[in-house]
């Protein structure tokens, strides 16, 4: 997908085993806490929390943790410890720009690993605004293309409401003003097309590329972000 979640393509790139599953599902969880604090916990009138257990349960997220993750963001669970959503711009392999969200309940210990993962893959990080410019925010679906009928999928997304659309992989790429995305969601939703995936992202303004050394050293990084427990999403601008 364009602006690029890798923590979304993780399953596509390495098989996920017992470890990683429980890192995945710890992301998941404090996503739902944090929407659930700030919405309540009814998915039906949060649609940010309908975003992340969604997410969750594609992930085949067990309910219990989903439950619990939910109960602990309105505050029927008391576990003491407040979990934060902090983006950090940084600079990795061939000055790609990168927003890297977190969700940490110890700011200093996620800051510290983060700029250690960078600096031992050639990346930096910078101060906040030096990379966010190059990136606007707006509303992704990604709708599973059936049967190839891609030009009608993508006549249904307009008349939905997207703004633009790519395709890629079998999966139409929409884009829509984030104040739109439910909207839209929905909508595709009502025209019985399947969603793979739904949310706001950070799309780059102007893209770069890398030479094949730095893309190995990249793809490293990336790896290493993902496996932090703390790192919820990676945006960049190639």
């Not at 893959?121 to 992704?140: D, E, H």
């Not at 939905?160 to 139409?172: H, Q």
């Amino acid at each position: 997908m364009s602006g690029h979640s890798h923590w979304a393509g993780i399953k596509h790139r390495k098989g996920i085993n017992d470890a990683k599953r429980g890192t995945i599902f710890t992301k998941h969880g404090k996503l739902i806490t944090i929407a659930a604090r700030d919405g309540g916990g009814n998915p039906d009138m949060n649609f940010q929390l309908r975003l992340a257990i969604d997410r969750a349960r594609a992930e085949n997220m067990p309910k219990e943790n989903i439950d619990r993750a939910i109960k602990r963001g309105t505050g029927e669970l008391k576990d003491g410890a407040t979990i934060e959503e902090i983006i950090y711009e940084a600079y990795g392999p061939g000055q790609v720009a990168m927003l890297i969200k977190t969700a940490t309940d110890n700011k200093n210990r996620t800051l510290g690993e983060i700029k250690t993962i960078l600096t031992k893959t050639g990346g930096k990080l910078v101060p906040a605004g030096s990379v966010s410019f190059l990136f606007k925010r707006v509303g992704n679906i990604n709708v599973q293309v059936l049967n190839g009928d891609l030009y009608e999928t993508e006549m249904q997304a307009i008349d939905a409401g997207a703004e633009d659309t790519v395709f890629s992989d079998n999966i139409l790429i929409v884009y829509t003003h984030p104040e739109e995305l439910q909207k839209v969601k929905d909508g595709l939703e009502q025209k019985g097309l399947k969603i793979e995936d739904a949310g706001l992202i950070y799309s780059p303004v102007q893209k770069t590329t890398l030479n094949e050394p730095d893309k190995i050293n990249y793809e490293k990084l990336l790896e290493t972000l993902d496996d932090q427990s703390d790192v919820q999403e990676i945006y960049d601008n190639l």
